[in-house]
Nanobody
């Protein structure tokens, strides 16, 4: 059974940084597509950063230059380093993977960027 558990969200001032982590079980993160998505109130869920099946990395335009996705294979975790945060980054952030024909999602972690 695949389980994804996010951590690291919180309240941060504009310009600040946060590091989100996703602990995975039931799947080896280095072998599958893994990514971070977010959903702001009243908005659709959107991709933020992902590792593709081929090992490449995709970033949303809004994340390029500010966010970095990484994998810790030893801990079986996927991380998202977020710098230069803006109020528009406020959302619930979800870790996700595509495995055995379906998407799996974590429970989400709230990120609030406000002064």
């Amino acid at each position: 059974q695949v389980q994804l558990v996010e951590s690291g969200g919180g309240l941060v001032q504009p310009g600040g940084s946060l590091r989100l982590s996703c602990a995975a079980s039931g799947i080896i993160v280095s072998n599958y597509a893994m990514g971070w998505y977010r959903q702001a109130p009243g908005e659709q869920r959107e991709m933020v950063a992902t590792f593709t099946f081929g090992g490449g990395v995709n970033y949303a335009d809004s994340a390029k230059g500010r966010f970095t996705i990484s994998r810790d294979n030893a801990k079986n975790m996927v991380n998202l380093q977020m710098n230069s945060l803006e109020p528009e980054d406020t959302a619930v952030y979800y870790c996700a993977t595509y495995f055995s024909g379906r998407m799996y999602w974590g429970q989400g972690t709230q990120v609030t960027v406000s002064s």
